[in-house]
């Protein structure tokens, strides 16, 4: 245990899978379940090692740092979630250290370089949108498939599913029919697992950030974390961007909820998480980008975050 990290921290003693923690979302969920006690496996196909196909520097190594530097305990292992064996050793692998599983984040994507925005479904390359699918939907299959067994082992367990929006929920289609299925798919996807998973004692839900500050979204707005509002230069609505860590803390205040269950099945997003659980943004802000794109983009008025944030 961190000495940092007081012994009634309202996740210790609770081990989660972080699926897809390298970077984003991910990350944020990651360091905050570490902030609140948890025991955090990080996995992701970067490492210090080798970077996966996206390219990108960060890596799971780094995120499970953060986890431990927070107070909770960060354990790395490089997966290929679209790899049923190395899934399976994986799950094996969190058995024989711990016996248990409380938290699954299906956070895994690795789609953006496959998606063509805008083009309909006879121009998009049938190649990338069925690595698309792959990517961001069987993995998730996958993984809940494994690890599953073990969470319900245990009343009180929580499944996650990490998404992009409410659609299918307000109808919003995302201007590529196959990044559209897969974040559909994963609404339904936690649906349908809730409705396994209740006679266990056991829950699902798909979580939805913002507008996200994701370290490459950041890097394409010319800003950093400390400098995101320099990224309005480019795009004034920029300022109504959240960082990774506050969907982080939404999700975490939602594992450490004991009457979670009572959201099970449903599509929240980390402005709803916010008002649920009153948690800030690192501003010390609560950012509501779905009622501001509803607001103020969607009908075109000029950007402004008073009254939003």
């Known amino acids: 245990m961190s000495a940092d990290r007081p012994d009634n921290a309202p996740l210790t003693g609770k081990v989660a899978l972080v699926a897809?923690?390298?970077?984003?979302?991910?990350?944020g969920i990651a360091v905050e379940l570490g902030a609140l006690g948890a025991t955090v496996y990080t996995t992701g196909r970067s490492t210090a090692a080798a970077r996966s196909e996206m390219n990108r520097p960060e890596t799971v190594e780094q995120t499970a740092a953060a986890v431990?530097?927070?107070?909770g305990t960060g354990i790395p292992l490089r997966v290929d979630h679209s790899d049923p064996a190395q899934v399976a050793g994986l799950v094996a692998r969190i058995d024989a250290d711990h016996g248990r599983l409380d938290i699954l984040v299906n956070n895994v994507w690795g789609g953006d370089m496959f998606?063509?925005?805008?083009k309909p479904i006879w121009e998009h390359r049938l190649d990338h949108g069925?690595?698309?699918?792959?990517q961001g939907l069987d993995t998730h299959l996958i993984t809940s498939h494994h690890a599953l067994p073990l969470l319900i082992r245990r009343p009180g367990g929580l499944v996650v599913e990490t998404t992009d929006g409410k659609a299918g929920v307000d109808g919003a289609y995302r201007e590529s029919v196959y990044?559209?299925?897969v974040k559909v798919s994963l609404i339904r996807l936690a649906q349908a697992q809730n409705v396994e998973l209740r006679p266990h004692g056991a829950a699902a839900v798909a979580v939805t950030p913002g507008w996200l500050r994701s370290e490459r979204m950041l890097e394409e707005y010319g800003a950093t974390e400390s400098t995101w509002r320099d990224g309005t230069a480019k795009d004034p609505h920029f300022c109504m961007t959240e960082s990774p860590r506050y969907v982080g803390r939404g999700v975490a205040a939602l594992a450490a909820d004991?009457?979670?269950r009572r959201f099970g099945g449903r599509t929240l997003s980390s402005a709803d998480l916010?008002?649920?659980y009153a948690v800030d943004d690192l501003d010390g802000t609560r950012p509501d980008f779905p009622r501001y794109y509803t607001e103020v983009m969607a009908p075109?008025?000029?950007a402004g975050d008073a009254g939003y944030r």
């Open 300 to 302: 075109g008025r000029p």
């Open 274 to 276: 916010a008002a649920e």
């Open 130 to 134: 069925l690595r698309l699918l792959h």
């Open 115 to 118: 998606t063509e925005w805008g």
């Open 258 to 260: 004991p009457d979670a």
């Open 68 to 71: 431990t530097a927070i107070g």
């Open 20 to 27: 897809g923690a390298t970077r984003a979302a991910g990350r």
């Open 179 to 181: 990044y559209d299925l």
